[in-house]
């Protein structure tokens, strides 16, 4: 995110001045919390998707465009380790775009959908009045799970730091197909006690600093523990490409040692949890390489989208 | 609503297949409702306003714009006479849209919301790489107020037809600056039984249609009675603009004559209320003019436009 971006996001977040007994949580996470009974929460988040920003309607198909939009949702409810719930979907559509077209569409967004019980309720159809392009938004609620909703914000000195999956190359193709980590979240967050979560969705260099940011803590990562996914082993440098790629939605998580011990010992996959760091108290994020050497890790990544 | 697009929000609502326990009213009302506890439920609707299409930024401030994505979700909230609670906005910025401008939209997301309580809560910012066209999604949630949800399909033969405020001429620049019917519709079905309603987003022959479709009845209004607006009484064919222009933001809903005779003479306003016809078993939609004569009534209006 560019230093504008990061100063209106929190400068939103300043002006909310939300009651926390009714949004427990509010701008700034991976979903927003409403209390809307006694003992009732939703939770809720939005994604606006863009052709030749996150896709390329040239060489994605709109099955996969409608897919990508609800599992970049879906991701945000796995970040929280909540259960999605329902989605509302809008779309501008290009002038002379078809039925035939949007039932494509909706083939994607009902496959993303039908996976985790998280129907399509409604949604608002625009065109434009010429060929301007095509922008999908997906709006997701969710509920709790048997485990709390687990923020940015809760990482501790001393955490370990994990990830799942690999990490890097998802630009080549991975970003449309990808598997929202919903039930691996709600598994992980069941057998131990997660401090801190968010979802890979800006690289891990720029997702830690979040983490990192709102917790009030530095870290350290290990450039030799990174799951470099086989598309990142690629590129001309893997570890660059796992590092700020983005687009991986994978999840990112801090937890006591001795939980991660526990976690790491009975976790059956098939998805691989991978121990990659800590959490320091230095305030910055560094990383350790091969060679021993301790650099300062800078956020890099996609700087185009951000989420509030 | 063109054919084919009637056709398409059909076919989404057929594919639904939604469970009436966890969604007791799906895709092709203002909102869904989604049941997230034994008695608790929230209503959720997505509305997406582009430049050149709902608004022009050539002419309209940012602030408006800002004012006017909320507006028209609250006014969603108001055609189901509940309560609005919180929304999400996602937007797709030209390059080169700055932080200040960011700030100018904010404010007028936070006018409109502030005046009914319903703060934002999270969205996203995504930006397009060249000139491409502003657009904006709100994603709002509402809960029940103490009246049951009012559904468009609930209109019986013999009801009476009322609608609020005056109709037509929108264009001219109420569409930036209208003010939700949110308390009018709590109060409307606070004072009476009420069987149907919407909101006049796509003019009253079109909102009227899908009254009398979604209630499988018939209408007739009388065109005397319709209330014109002043900006309306300026246009060519004032009858037809107030039929059809769209953008009016106005209840339009039918309720028992006797529940009508009620309300009408309790309410005190501000906002007048006009009683302008009756739901008849012709399963169409007629108009008598002043001479007497009875014109079939055909629904047009926004085309580009369409909830599901």
Chains 1, 2 share one sequence.
């Not at 599992?71 to 380790?81: G, K, N, P, R």
């Not at 401090?195 to 830690?208: A, K, P, Q, V």
């Not at 983490?211 to 530095?218: F, R």
Request: with cysteine; aromatic share 6%; proline share 4%.
């Amino acid at each position: 995110m560019s230093a504008i971006e990061d100063e209106i996001t929190a400068w939103f977040a300043r002006q909310s001045k939300l009651a926390a007994a009714d949004f427990p949580i509010g701008i700034g996470d991976d979903m927003a919390e409403i209390r809307v009974g006694d003992d009732t929460s939703v939770f809720v988040t939005t994604d606006m998707l863009l052709d030749g920003v996150h896709f390329d309607l040239e060489k994605a198909t709109l099955k996969q465009v409608g897919y990508k939009a609800m599992a970049v949702s879906l991701s945000d409810c796995a970040a929280m380790a909540t259960v999605p719930v329902a989605a509302v979907v809008s779309v501008a559509l290009p002038k002379g775009f078809s039925g035939e077209e949007l039932k494509q569409l909706h083939s994607g967004i009902t496959l993303a959908g039908d996976k985790f019980g998280c129907p399509l309720v409604g949604g608002d159809i625009t065109s434009w009045k010429e060929k301007e392009p095509f922008a999908i938004s997906v709006a997701m609620f969710s509920k709790q799970a048997a485990n709390k909703p687990i923020k940015r914000s809760g990482a501790k000195f001393g955490d370990v730091i994990c990830v799942t999956g690999s990490l890097g190359g998802s630009g080549y193709g991975k970003h449309l197909v990808f598997e929202p980590r919903v039930k691996e979240a709600i598994e992980i967050a069941r057998m131990a006690v997660i401090h801190s979560m968010i979802d890979i969705s800006d690289g891990l260099s720029s997702d830690l600093n979040r983490i990192c940011q709102q917790s009030k803590v530095g870290a350290i990562i290990n450039a030799e523990q990174i799951p470099i996914s086989d598309a990142a082993k690629k590129a001309e440098n893997p570890l660059s490409s796992a590092l700020h790629d983005g687009e991986d939605f994978e999840l990112l998580f801090t937890l006591p040692e001795q939980e991660s011990k526990r976690l790491l010992s009975k976790w059956r996959g098939p998805v691989a949890i991978t121990l990659i760091g800590t959490i320091t108290d230095t305030g910055k994020m560094q990383i350790k390489m091969a060679d021993g050497q301790i650099n300062d890790l800078e956020a890099k990544g996609y700087d185009h989208l951000i989420d509030y």
